[in-house]
Nanobody, 115 residues
């Protein structure tokens, strides 16, 4: 399994921006899908965005026009650019690599958006 490490979280004000990174221990070139999820205590883990090996992206409705997912296969890294952040975006954000038959998760990075 590939090891994943998220980074880039922090405290931002309403309307601010953050760029999250997900660094993989090995090649992500052939990983069919990579995802960002987020989780708030007391709520179900929420799918945020996905990107295919070819770069096709999909987003949850709650972030569709504000977040951008991308991947750089040469750097073995996936990104999530988050703009126009809202307090409801506050969560621990997790990176996921979906191989179909298996998956890998990072430990998460905390994003806090103040009102």
């Amino acid at each position: 399994q590939v090891q994943l490490v998220e980074s880039g979280g922090g405290l931002v004000q309403y309307g601010g921006s953050l760029r999250l990174s997900c660094a993989a221990s090995g090649s992500i070139f052939s990983i069919p899908y990579m995802h960002w999820y987020r989780h708030v205590p007391g709520k179900e883990r929420e799918w945020v965005a996905a990107i295919t090996s070819g770069g096709s992206a999909n987003y949850a409705d709650s972030v569709k026009d504000r977040f951008t997912i991308s991947r750089d296969n040469t750097k073995n890294t996936m990104y999530l650019q988050m703009n126009s952040l809202k307090p409801e975006d506050t969560a621990v954000y997790y990176c996921n690599a979906d191989f179909g038959t298996s998956s890998s998760w990072g430990e998460g990075t905390l994003v806090t958006v103040s009102s």
